[in-house]
Structure formats: structure tokens, C-alpha cells
């Protein structure tokens, strides 16, 4: 049997032959070079091992960006465990859930949110809580720098799973995306081809996060399969970004990023002279962005689709026209339709819900066969929950949710979980979160609320009632208190009506 690692893949495209290359660089920290990811790699899976580690093993990992981080995903990688990262801003409230339904056999956490998570772990009897900081210090080093420095990388089938990556659910349960090596290696083989990446040559500018599919599997595989030097920030800061930029050949972010830099008066065609390809995702980009975007540059940004159960799913071309309002065509090997409710494709130009089938598409939900089956169509489509159109080229335009889903600063938050904790506060009787437009973040989560009398309520009150529960980016920006929701005869809240309403929330 020929192993599937994805792993492999990598090691075979890019840490065999790539020499002295820079691999990482952050800055105040040496350059972290793919000659030294073999041994780094083996010394990290002899810990994993140690600490019981088998083929199959969940990790999860809840840590600050560093080069030890993606050394620790790499890691899980060869050593056949199923690596599980979860947003830094979650609170140990959310992770009780996420370690419950896992089991991870190691978590590593920040070393600032280890006493927080310790009465977690101990109540659900994880077998090892370790610590990790932005800086690659903590307890998951001790003495990985002793350990050898070569290993066996653990076989693997193309279905065997490589990650699992929860997302928001519309019941408030998040349900864990399982994602298999041949999930991941199809999908960053097709988008290194797709967007012509040079080999050797390119160097990436990322600023996003890592635990969720952009910031790992779109951009780093494709950094890895090009042997690409990374500018690997710890966050968005617009200064470094228009520092490194000249540096830089690539780069990929979220539409925030780009509504950032054209706010910058030096952001022009000559600072982006050495730039081949800027690619936008995560959240659906302004028409006038592009617009704006190309007057300023001259260059076009290339928006694509994707979604955690399938990664990258459609793509504007790379040479060819990359229309602004639309998300492109379906990749090489994926096959994408427009379907009504009963799965049947529709004609060009109407609109449906978008559904997917190809190597991409994810091996179900963590745990939950009923959902899984629910979310397939018997001849195997997965059906995405998003409303498009396809034009008779074949080119997809995202024009809704079928799905009450907000997209916010590049993250999926789904209304009823944050209504749930909103309804709990005393005097709240019910509420109605929504989207609506913002500038930075594309859309701005947004709480109406109905008061029953029996405690004074307020934006303020609902704040602070919600700090610690929910994470930052899933809390109301604004909170409109209301006599009554609109309804429609069926009782039903009419959430579109109250996007209508409180659509200029954000405007100034």
C-alpha cells in the first residue's frame, strides 16, 4: 500500500531539495528554513508518541501563530494523529464543548489560557494539557530538542483523517468537519496549479490566522508545494503589510485587508510593482472594492469560494477575466451545480442552492451520521447552504444564504447561538441577531432585542452579560432595543426585514 500521507507531499516537493530557503519569517525571530522542517517535524512526533499519541489520536490546539505551531500541525501529520485547531478566541466555555465531543488524546493551549482551561480538562478527563506561546515556548517543548531528529511517517490511507475543523451550527452546536489527507493534498494540488504558482520564487505576505482553512490549508500548502518563502505576521497591521508588500509576490486575505490598504494614501501602483496576485476570500468582497482596488494598483484581485467542509471550491481565473460580484468557476476536478430543494440542477442564471462533489468534499460530520446524511444528496453531492446563480460559462455568483449564517471579518457565526445566550439575560424576552453591512468586517453582528419588564435592559447590559460567554468576534457591535419583532402570518421572525431596517448601522 503506498502511504498517503500528506505529509509526503510535501517533504518530497520541498524539504529534500529546497537547501538554505527561507521557509518562515516573523519578525524578532530567526528565519525558520525548510531544511531544518524534517528534523523539527520528527523531534515534535517522538513527543507526541510519548504522550500516547497512536494513528487515529485527536490533538487539539487552541495557540498563538508561531513557527511551532505549524511545526505541531506538521507533526500530527506524520504521525497519523488528527489534528483539530480552534479559534484563539474561543472561550473555555466554547472548548468544554469542543474537548467533550473530540477527545483529544493532547491539547495545547496558550500558557495565559492553561488555568482557565485546567477544570475543563480535569472534568473530561483529557489525558494531557500542554502549553504553547506565540514565542514557541511552554510545557508541549520540554525536551523535544533531546528527542532524535528523524522518524517514521505513519501510513496513512487517501480516507484516513488529517484534521477536523469545527464550524458554527444552526442549532448553536458546532459540528466537527472531518477533512482526509486526500481532502487537503487534492485540494492544495489543484489551487498550486490553478493560480500558477512559481515555484522557488514566490514569496507569500500572510497575515491570517492559522486555525481555520485560508490561513492553514489554502495558504501554507500552497507555500509548501511551491518551496515559498512566507512573511508569516502574527496579525493584520496595515504598516507591516505596506512594508512587506514590496517584498512580497502573493498574497491572500480577507476583504478587510484590502478596504484597509486603499485607505492608505501610499497604497499605489508602485508600491505593488513586485506583486503577481492578491486573492480575496472568507467573506464575500464589495463590487466597488474590486473596482476601487484595480484603479488604485492596476491589478485585479482574485476572489474565490470555499467553505470548511470542501476548502476552495471555485475560483476566478488567473488568466481571464475576474469579474467583481462573482466567485468564478468551479476548480479542476470539482464539479458544482445550481439545484432547487429536491437536488435537481437548475437552468442558467436562476438561483439555487450551490451544490459540490469532487476529491475536496469532506468525509462528514465528527460524531453525527444523522446531519452528514442530511447535508448529502443520495448520489453524493454535498449541498452547501449557500443561494447562487451560474451564468451559461459556468461562472458562479454567491447571492445569499439559504443558511441564517453571518459572515463576519473572514468568520462563519451562525444567529442562534448567540440569540440562546441573549435570551438567557434576565429581561430579555427574546431576540433576533442579523448582518448587516460594515465596512471593515463585511458584515457586523447585530442584536434586536425585546425587553419582558422585569429588569432594565440596555446595549450596555447585553454587552457585559455576554463578555466571557461568547467569543469577541461573535458579539453584537450594536444592540437595538425593540416592543416587538416583525413577524410574518406563520409567526416565523422576518430577519430580512430587520436587515432592511438596521442596514445602515455601520454607515459612518
Request: proline share 5%; glycine share 8%; net charge negative.
Amino acid at each position: 500500500m503506498t502511504n498517503a500521507n500528506l505529509y509526503l507531499t510535501f517533504a518530497q516537493q520541498s524539504f529534500s531539495h529546497a537547501d538554505d530557503r527561507i521557509f518562515l519569517q516573523t519578525p524578532g525571530r530567526e528565519p525558520l528554513l525548510y531544511s531544518q522542517l524534517d528534523g523539527l517535524t520528527a523531534q515534535l512526533q517522538h513527543r507526541l508518541i510519548g504522550l500516547g499519541v497512536k494513528k487515529g489520536d485527536r490533538v487539539m490546539v487552541q495557540v498563538a501563530k508561531s513557527y511551532e505551531a505549524l511545526i505541531l500541525y506538521l507533526a500530527c501529520l506524520r504521525a497519523g494523529a488528527i489534528y483539530i485547531p480552534l479559534n484563539t478566541a474561543y472561550t473555555a466555555a466554547e472548548v468544554d464543548y469542543f474537548m467533550a465531543d473530540a477527545t483529544p488524546q493532547v491539547v495545547v493551549c496558550d500558557p495565559r489560557g492553561f488555568e482557565a482551561l485546567k477544570p475543563v480538562a480535569d472534568k473530561l478527563k483529557v489525558p494531557h494539557l500542554l502549553t504553547l506561546s506565540e514565542k514557541g515556548e511552554g510545557s508541549l517543548q520540554d525536551h523535544v530538542a533531546e528527542l532524535p531528529a528523524e522518524a517514521d511517517v505513519v501510513a496513512v490511507t487517501t480516507d484516513d483523517l488529517a484534521a477536523i475543523l469545527y464550524t458554527s451550527g444552526t442549532t448553536g452546536r458546532s459540528k466537527g468537519a472531518m477533512l482526509s489527507h486526500e481532502n487537503l493534498r487534492s485540494n492544495a494540488q489543484v489551487l498550486h496549479d490553478y493560480w500558477q504558482w512559481q515555484d522557488g520564487e514566490d514569496v507569500l505576505l500572510h497575515a491570517l490566522p492559522i486555525f481555520h482553512v485560508h490561513g492553514l490549508f489554502v495558504a501554507l500548502h500552497c507555500a509548501l508545494l511551491g518551496t515559498s518563502t512566507v512573511h508569516f505576521l502574527p496579525k493584520y497591521e496595515v504598516n507591516e503589510i505596506m512594508r512587506l508588500i514590496p517584498e512580497s509576490t502573493v498574497m491572500m486575505g480577507v476583504p478587510t485587508f484590502y478596504t484597509r490598504l486603499l485607505d492608505e494614501e501610499n497604497f499605489d501602483q508602485s508600491l505593488v510593482s513586485n506583486m503577481r496576485l492578491f486573492i480575496s476570500g472568507s467573506a464575500p468582497m464589495l463590487a466597488e472594492t474590486h473596482y476601487q482596488f484595480t484603479e488604485r494598483t492596476g491589478l485585479s484581485i482574485l476572489e474565490r469560494y470555499g467553505m470548511t467542509e470542501a476548502g476552495m471550491i471555485t475560483s476566478n481565473p488567473y488568466d481571464g477575466d475576474r469579474v467583481p460580484g462573482t466567485v468564478g468557476f468551479a476548480l479542476p476536478g470539482v464539479q458544482v451545480r445550481v439545484a432547487d430543494d429536491e437536488g435537481n440542477a437548475l437552468s442558467a442564471g436562476e438561483t439555487g442552492v450551490l451544490e459540490v462533489i469532487g476529491p475536496n468534499v469532506f468525509k462528514g460530520y465528527w460524531q453525527m451520521p444523522e446531519k452528514t446524511a442530511a447535508e448529502f444528496r443520495k448520489d453524493g453531492w454535498f449541498i452547501t447552504g449557500d443561494l447562487s446563480t451560474m451564468d451559461k460559462e459556468g461562472r458562479v455568483s454567491i447571492v445569499g444564504r439559504a443558511k441564517d449564517l453571518i459572515i463576519s471579518g473572514g468568520y462563519n457565526i451562525y444567529p442562534k447561538e448567540i440569540e440562546g445566550e441573549i435570551d438567557l439575560i434576565p429581561g430579555v424576552k427574546e431576540s433576533a441577531v442579523i448582518g448587516v453591512p460594515h465596512k471593515d468586517f463585511g458584515e457586523g453582528v447585530t442584536a434586536v432585542v425585546v425587553a419582558d419588564g422585569s429588569a432594565d435592559i440596555s446595549e450596555s447590559v447585553i454587552v457585559s452579560a455576554l463578555d466571557g460567554k461568547l467569543a469577541r468576534f461573535k458579539q453584537p457591535k450594536r444592540v437595538y432595543i425593540v416592543d416587538e419583532l416583525p413577524r410574518n402570518t406563520m409567526g416565523k421572525v422576518q430577519k430580512a426585514q430587520l436587515r432592511d431596517q438596521y442596514q445602515d448601522s455601520y454607515a459612518s
